[in-house]
């Protein structure tokens, strides 16, 4: 016999000559149907929640949408500098590296051209976003100078921007790990 609850709703449909099977059948088909629209339901709203957290992209260039915050995407790597306009020595190179606290290392590696000797700076700071994350802001410790770059590209592998020293100069660095 069909459960009772589902029995005046069977009725409703006029069917009540039925045999007890096929309102079995049709009870389970029909209730079958709205857990499948409700499952749908849900699945769909779970879809448009992670289509909605997904960061849009802020920058000119890059990807359009990504899966991972812009925090998520700078902070945990090393990133060393691969262009700079303003750079006139080539035996120098900068790493960064951003913590999530808000604080960076920057560290200058050097060649002496006279005694081939490497030379290890390392230099701490704090950094901030600007302009609802289109832009960094660093601040080395002990230093009132901020330096702003404009970022242009942020992904998982590739930073780019440009800052102002007076020449609006471009900066691109890549993620080492």
Known sequence: MAHAGFQSEVNSFGLENLTEAW?????????GKRRLMKRTLIL?????????????????????????SPDGRLTGRVWEVV??????????????EFSE????????????????????DKFNGTWTW????????????????????????LSAKDLWGTYDNGFNSAV???ALD
Do not use: W
């Open 44 to 68: 769909f709203a779970l879809a448009a929640i992670s289509i909605l957290g997904m960061n849009a992209c802020r920058y000119e260039e890059g990807n359009k949408l990504s899966l991972r």
């Open 101 to 120: 606290t808000g604080t960076y290392t920057m560290k200058q590696v050097y060649t002496d051209p006279f005694n081939g000797n490497v030379i290890t």
């Open 83 to 96: 262009k700079d306009e303003t750079r006139v020595l080539t035996n120098l190179s900068y790493q960064f």
């Open 130 to 153: 600007g302009d609802g994350k289109k832009s960094l802001k660093f601040q080395l410790d002990n230093q009132t100078d901020l330096t702003t770059v404009n970022i242009t590209r």
């Open 23 to 31: 309102k079995c059948h049709l009870v389970v088909s029909i209730f």
């Open 172 to 174: 691109e660095l890549k």
